[in-house]
């Protein structure tokens, strides 16, 4: 008898271990990752042109890619129907030509060929190096049937612009002394919007979340911060590409006398998703009545 209850105990002992492994393995898969992956600045020596995917497969129907090209040098780029692809300078000079018009790029720029515009081409002058990243993403049915019927204000051939350019707004989750300014607003683009988030430390971006979209940051120059995401933590520094855990609860902090400064780039799910940027209150206004706890970037 007593052989049989030793054999019970050993048996609901062996259990009880198995259960809490398994929870614990549980517990482990659940911790959201936030992804993180450095742009390569350095060309490879007697090279004049390098490219690297980035975040491969991260983003739905999204194809990212860092590229560098060393002048003298010229890149022709034909774009492919039913695609829509973003080009985000972030260091160095030189020129892009979309059929008669012409823009002189330097860092901290973007470019979206679209319309009629089918082929760009960019240019590098001798002695410099131009990085950039280039999104190329899949538009479905629907997007494509948004494009046709968006305000004829917002319908370019090329849309350009710097982000020092661009209109600042304000939210309630960050402190009087961060700047934030909307690279690509609404309604342009289907389901996908981009902006800019600058301070110096000590400070921080709010807690929030936004379940309704895939969010990406790009360091941008000196950027040095710390990204949470419910439980996890990365430092995030300049020329970085981060994945922001969707759904998760996030925020980030600066440290006394460094930068925050990076990119944000909105990947929204559905097309009703995209209804919450109407939270963003132009700086100029002089309001700034989000909702405590309103979803912010």
């Keep these: 008898m007593n052989a049989i209850k030793i054999s019970?105990?050993?048996?609901?002992?062996?259990?009880?271990?198995l259960a809490i492994i398994m929870m614990s393995c549980s517990t482990k898969s659940?911790?959201?990752?936030?992804?993180?992956?450095?742009?390569?600045?350095?060309?490879?020596?007697?090279?004049?042109?390098?490219?690297?995917e980035l975040l491969a497969g991260e983003i739905a129907n999204t194809n990212i890619q860092h590229l560098a090209l060393v002048g003298s040098n010229k890149q022709s780029?034909?774009?492919?129907?039913?695609?829509?692809?973003?080009?985000?300078?972030?260091?160095?000079?030189?020129s892009l030509q979309a059929d008669t018009l012409k823009y002189n790029i330097?860092?901290?720029?973007?470019?979206?060929?679209?319309?009629?515009?089918?082929?760009?081409?960019?240019?590098?002058?001798?002695?410099?190096?131009?990085?950039?990243?280039?999104?190329?993403?899949?538009?479905?049915?629907?997007?494509?049937?948004?494009?046709?019927?968006?305000?004829?204000?917002?319908?370019?051939?090329?849309?350009?612009?710097?982000?020092?350019?661009?209109?600042?707004?304000?939210?309630k989750i960050k402190s009087p002394n961060t700047t934030s300014r909307t690279v690509l607003p609404a309604?342009?683009?289907?389901?996908?919007?981009?902006?800019?988030?600058?301070?110096?430390?000590?400070?921080?971006?709010?807690?929030?979340?936004h379940p309704m979209l895939d969010q990406?940051?790009?360091?941008?120059t000196d950027n040095e911060v710390i990204v949470?995401?419910?439980?996890?933590?990365?430092?995030?520094?300049?020329?970085?590409?981060?994945?922001?855990?969707?759904g998760s609860s996030h925020w980030v902090s600066v440290d006394e006398n460094k930068r925050m400064y990076y990119l944000w780039m909105d990947f929204f799910l559905t097309k009703e998703g995209q209804e919450w940027l109407k939270t963003h209150k132009p700086s100029n206004t002089g309001t700034n009545d989000y909702?405590?706890?309103e979803d912010a970037q």
């Design 228 to 246: 949470h995401a419910d439980s996890a933590s990365t430092t995030f520094k300049q020329y970085e590409l981060l994945h922001i855990p969707i």
């Design 8 to 17: 019970q105990l050993k048996g609901i002992y062996f259990y009880f271990v």
């Design 30 to 52: 659940t911790k959201p990752k936030i992804v993180v992956q450095p742009l390569q600045m350095e060309v490879p020596a007697n090279t004049q042109s390098f490219s690297e």
């Design 106 to 171: 330097e860092p901290e720029s973007i470019a979206i060929p679209m319309g009629k515009t089918k082929h760009i081409q960019i240019e590098v002058p001798e002695g410099e190096e131009l990085h950039y990243l280039q999104f190329t993403k899949q538009l479905s049915a629907q997007d494509l049937e948004d494009l046709k019927n968006f305000p004829e204000e917002n319908q370019y051939d090329l849309f350009f612009t710097r982000f020092a350019d661009c209109e600042p707004y304000t939210e």
């Design 216 to 220: 990406l940051f790009l360091g941008l």
């Design 291 to 293: 909702p405590q706890n």
């Design 187 to 209: 309604d342009i683009i289907p389901r996908v919007s981009l902006g800019t988030v600058e301070a110096m430390g000590p400070d921080e971006v709010g807690a929030h979340s």
């Design 77 to 94: 780029i034909t774009l492919k129907e039913g695609y829509i692809n973003m080009f985000i300078f972030i260091r160095g000079y030189g």
